[in-house]
């Protein structure tokens, strides 16, 4: 088929390769729908493109894809170390590294192309990211094709996407549809109506061909009938062929299909003369993946498990193909032994590989077919499930799979099983805060096991046990339960026993006002050495926790960067989102609230996020909204103190009640305030650090309610119980903490000290708080009280920020995030978080969308940051 309308897209291609083959390599994002012509586009270019190294990998259309596929595909042509690796089953990181060293280190500028990454495991689409952050200084061309109108709103690629979209390597494409004259075009001399033809096929090349192949206007009612006529044309013999092929996948080995069919590869030239299987390298492949599962749909059941059963025994016989396809074949022909030896297979290779859904998949598979199995062997795929739903954040499968894992075990007596299913158990319930049962769990788990001799397992319910004392505030007994873990997993050399155990330890040191920031260090040192990537991502949040409680804001600061930068090296998704709603948190607490609402906006709005990483963005998102008088604060509220009071922690519990407390009092509602503040000092006496006691202590004694005055609560706190408010205010200022310390002249008669505050508050759009001083001062009779910041004269287009759209006119000018920085003054990674925002709150995935938005909402330049550019449309 001729290639229309599809000149710009290929002299913008040679403009990325020319960037990248100069060292400046390019991630170009090619999407459309299907048939649209994403293959023929790109094959066209490589015809025009000389001197260039091509590698093709393709994801796979199976209902659980092989993790990795594309890098396998090209792994076996390139043989050399990507192939060896991919052969002997390494590491994902390995793979990863060595991708990346063989697209980069070649003497030849090199493209690599990903086809169907819709399709993508998740373990390829981290790939992708991986990449996308590495190849902005590197001689490659890494081109990824998709259909967009397969993406959800939950699929996987989706998030990935919008990440992709603000590294500077990222550039985006997006083929459109035919006009009416490219499709009066291929018509040619036939007597067609191109107008109703265009019409029919919304432009789509490959409808356009098929029916015009088929026969106007005889117009085939889906692409299965399409096919089928050509087919019908074709003997019996090449019908099989095709149809074996269908089954085989995308891509086909000529001699697997060969030998499937027990006869010579003479009829190939046949199918290739059909137009639906054409030549890819020494193999074969399908013109189109419709076209093949429009075969593989026309086939007869019992003919589909025949080819299925042929070729899962070819391949078990060469011995040396993925298990993830042969658990595909062996379900197909209904195999129930097959799927049982061949599924855990590829589920554990899956997980070995980071593509957690597939694994959990292919689990789910197995135990589908795992009726009547041995009872140790059932437990098991209970067990691995699990396993692969926590790190998915699918807590509630995670506890089904749990709960079917332990009943198992204990009917076989198996107590060591059944202690660390309990562990499990325990941390998963924690995640869906059910902090009672999460408890209960627990103290189960260690019982059972310390009947036993002394175990790993024992060592990590000790650690596990720890932490929940911790949490519970139980200070003390989680450093004496945390150094009987720490001991048992020295003696056992369990480096990540040992440092979860430190971890903990000393987190309830600092929680009783003891120094035990050493020891925390010291748990991250372990992990560093050691290579424990998930035992670095809990030392590197509770670091920053710690820091930000200290109120040493540029230290916290410095350990989200560090831990990011480590967690995203290794797709730890687990940790980063605790880092990020941490950093949320500070943000607030210094005033930088545009910054924090938009990261917490952003968390809550994925899809995949468990009930305990809800928590941070919820409440501190739910805080600013009240505190601005914005709807929807106090549905965020509810949520939060839901979710805080499910854990049964007083660390949640009480800032949660705090903020409800202020803002109750803030609306003139001191009765409730009050409710909400003793039911957090309850629960916070002789649980929580000072700071966080000093929180619901503060409002009490504002409130008039008589409580007897901790001793130990020191700073501001301390300045509040000696009614030295301004003294209170004025620590607060020195901690970096400006709305505390406006807050604070609300105790105070001053009117500088008022009108300073109130100057504070408007400046963060406090305008609850901001109205609560203009009240005070009124009372006190002060005159010239000022009214405050007009509103806008038009609301901000989207809900934008005034910072997103300084950000977004920026981004129109087809700046990257680092010149963005450096124009506004911010660092490089609020300038992603703010442009991830404007992408979300535009309902776009792409920059070049969000820049058409803001020249339909005339959004354009701040003043002082104008620039004259050429217009980049098809830049992310």
């Given amino acids: 088929m001729e290639l229309l309308e599809r000149e710009p897209f290929l002299q913008t291609l040679a403009e990325y390769a020319g960037e990248a083959s100069r060292g400046d390599g390019r991630l170009v994002l090619v999407s459309g729908e299907s048939g649209i012509g994403k293959t023929v586009l790109l094959e066209a270019f490589q015809r025009r493109l000389k001197g260039a190294r091509w590698l093709w990998g393709a994801c796979d259309g199976l209902l659980t894809p092989r993790p990795l596929g594309p890098v396998f595909d090209i792994g076996s042509q390139l043989g050399g170390e990507l192939a060896d690796l991919c052969h002997r089953g390494a590491e994902r990181d390995r793979l990863f590294a060595a991708f990346l060293a063989e697209i980069g280190a070649s003497a030849a500028f090199t493209v690599a192309v990903v086809e169907d990454v819709h399709w993508a495991d998740e373990a390829t689409i981290d790939l992708l990211s991986f990449l996308g952050r590495r190849l902005g200084r590197m ?33 985006r494409m997006k083929l459109p549809p035919l006009s009416e004259q490219a499709v009066r075009s291929l018509i040619g001399q036939r007597d067609v109506d191109a107008g109703q033809l265009h019409r029919v096929t919304g432009g789509n090349p490959f409808y356009v061909s098929e029916i015009l192949a088929a026969g106007w206007p005889s117009v085939p009612a889906t692409v299965r009938d399409a096919v089928a006529a050509r087919l019908a044309r074709s003997s019996n013999g090449t019908r099989r062929m095709v149809e074996t092929a269908a089954i085989i996948g995308a891509r086909v080995d000529r001699s697997l299909l060969s030998s499937v069919l027990e006869a010579p590869g003479s009829g190939v030239d046949e199918c290739l003369a059909t137009g639906i299987l054409v030549p890819d390298g020494i193999g074969l492949r399908f013109r189109h993946e419709l076209v093949r599962m429009a075969v593989e749909t026309a086939i007869a059941p019992h003919r589909k498990l025949e080819l299925h059963a042929r070729l899962l025994a070819e391949l078990e016989e060469r011995g040396d193909d993925d298990p993830a396809l042969l658990a595909h074949h062996a379900e197909g022909a209904g195999d129930q032994r097959a799927v049982l030896r061949h599924a855990p297979e590829a589920a554990r290779r899956s997980s070995a590989l980071g593509a957690h859904r597939e694994a959990a998949a292919q689990f789910e598979r197995a135990l589908r077919y ?74 189960e788990a260690a019982r059972v096991l310390e009947a036993l001799p002394p175990s790993q397992e024992l060592a990590w319910a000790y650690a596990n046990l720890s932490g929940r004392y911790m949490q519970m505030g139980q200070n003390d007994l989680a450093v004496g339960t945390g150094e009987k873990a720490r001991a048992l997993g020295e003696d056992l050399r369990r480096a990540d026993v040992v440092s979860h155990a430190l971890n903990t330890i000393g987190c309830a040191m600092l929680a009783s006002g003891r120094d035990g920031v050493g020891s925390v260090e010291r748990a991250l040192r372990i992990a560093l050495e050691e290579d424990l990537p998930e035992a670095a991502g809990r030392a590197y949040t509770n670091l920053q926790v710690i820091a930000s409680a200290l109120h040493r804001f540029g230290e916290a600061e410095r350990y989200y960067d560090e831990g990011m930068a480590y967690c995203d090296g290794r797709e730890m998704g687990v940790f980063s989102t605790c880092l990020t709603g941490n950093r949320a948190r500070n943000l607030m607490l210094v005033g930088r609230w545009d910054e924090a609402a938009d990261i917490c906006v952003q968390m809550l709005g994925r899809q995949a ?69 003793w039911a957090g000092y309850h629960q916070a006496a002789g649980h929580v650090d000072s700071w966080t006691l000093g929180s619901v202590a503060t409002w009490l004694l504002r409130l008039g309610r008589p409580i007897d005055p901790p ?123 703010h442009v991830s925002a404007v992408l979300s709150k535009f309902g776009v995935s792409s920059r070049t969308a969000a820049a058409r938005e803001a020249a339909r909402l005339g959004i354009d330049a701040p003043p002082g940051h104008r620039r004259t550019r050429q217009a980049v449309a098809d830049r992310a």
């Fill in 139 to 171: 001689k490659a061309l890494l081109l990824a094709t998709y259909r967009d109108d397969e993406l959800g709103g939950d699929h996987p690629l989706r998030m990935v996407l919008g990440d992709l979209a603000t590294q500077r390597a990222t550039r």
């Fill in 370 to 443: 795992a009726r009547g199995s041995d009872r140790p062997a059932l437990a098991a795929l209970h067990e691995g499930a699990a396993g692969e739903y926590a790190l998915l954040d699918r807590w509630e499968e995670a506890e089904r799979a749990l709960r079917g894992a332990l009943r198992l075990r204990r009917e076989l007596r198996d107590d060591l099983s059944v202690g660390e299913d309990l562990r499990a158990l325990s941390t998963t319930l924690w995640r869906l805060c059910r902090g009672e049962e999460s408890d209960r769990a627990a103290e």
């Fill in 609 to 677: 996020i468990s009930p305990v990483n809800r928590l941070n963005p919820s409440w501190v998102v739910g805080a600013i909204r009240g505190r601005r008088g914005e709807a929807g604060a106090w549905e965020l509220l509810d949520e939060a103190l839901a979710l805080a009071e499910g854990t049964g922690e007083p660390q949640w519990t009480v800032p949660v009640r705090a903020v409800r407390a202020e803002l109750r009092w803030l609306s003139g509602r001191p009765d409730l305030a009050a409710e909400e503040a």
């Fill in 711 to 833: 001793g130990h609560l020191s700073g501001p706190f301390a300045r509040v119980m000696a009614g030295d408010w301004p003294g209170a205010a004025a620590a607060w200022d020195r901690l970096g903490r400006p709305y505390d310390a406006a807050l604070c002249w609300l105790g105070s008669a001053d009117e500088a000290g008022l009108r300073r505050a109130l100057s504070a508050l408007d400046g963060l759009g406090a305008r609850t708080a901001a109205a609560a001083v203009r009240r005070r001062m009124k009372d006190l009779g002060m005159k010239a009280i000022p009214r405050g910041p007009r509103p806008a004269t038009r609301a901000a287009p989207a809900g934008l920020t005034a910072r997103e759209q300084e950000v977004l006119a920026l981004l129109t000018e087809g700046l990257p995030d680092l010149e963005i920085s450096r124009r506004l003054f911010i660092s490089e990674r609020t300038v992603h978080h």
